[in-house]
């Protein structure tokens, strides 16, 4: 067991299996001809497109979430816009009830920014949303009354597009191993501020093009990274330039145990106590990754 071959095998426990994917794509098509064949009288008309983690290609098993940005006609926004009251909420009660006419026994919700539609094996979660002439997005926000919030899923995308072909696929690779250590450690952080981190990251660490036999060491000095972030640092979102804090949620000190255990596993992995080593990368991710 050499250190690639280790971290390509848990790479391959992350990866969904080809039922899973088909089964997410089934969902998700269905949900965007829905609306599609609604505000465009078409079930073919392409106005659904992925984001988040099937969009940036980062999704891991076992499968989450699949959000969907789903641009409507200006001519809903303009009818909404002379509607009293939380128009954000309104517009996310007509797309549900719309979801609802096809997936009637479904207990869908809408609120916040997003209409969660959810299926047995995945939820997925549509963000409705009016194209700007900037190429943006606004999306809803019932919060406080109501709002829209510009967004730009295209940048978001390509940050990730371009810094996993800046490092020869381990943008991606890294973000997966992460949010598995997110989900069994009860991490604190969102999925896309870790995104922003991975990123932030390997712009500067020395071996970002090397192959998995360096995998250990990019894991290592991530922790190292982040732990040493604060509840003050911050990231900034591609396209839009919000800057969104870290904050204080208790997912330093869980960054710097998990950076402790993996000072451990990388001497174990030099001095050839691969079961050793195996034990302390599984008190990070779990037995998605082999001991031996």
Known sequence: MTVGTRFNQFLAALTLTNDQRADGITKHTGVRQCL????????YAGNGFLVGSWGKSTE???????????????????????????KQSQLLQEVKAVLQRT??????????QVVIVPFSTYAVEIAPAFLLDT?????????????????????EIENVRTSNSDTNGNTRDLIRMMKRWQEYCNIPLKSFLIELLVIEFLKSWEHRGKSTVYYDWMVRDFFYFLKNKSQWSSVIVPGT???IYLGDTGWQSRAETAYNRAIKACEYERDNYLYLAGEEWQKIFGPDIPTG
Do not use: H
Request: charged residues 30%.
């Open 36 to 43: 599609d064949a609604w505000y465009y009288d078409s079930a």
């Open 241 to 243: 330039y919000e800057t």
């Open 135 to 155: 190429g943006k997005y606004y999306i809803c926000d019932t919060n406080d009354g109501g709002k829209y919030k510009t967004t730009d899923p295209n940048a």
């Open 60 to 86: 891991i098993r076992p499968p989450r979430d699949i959000d969907i940005m789903f641009a409507l006609p200006k001519s809903v926004y303009d009818r909404f816009q002379e509607r009293p009251g939380n």
């Open 103 to 112: 997936y009637s026994n479904t207990d869908m919700s809408g609120d916040g």
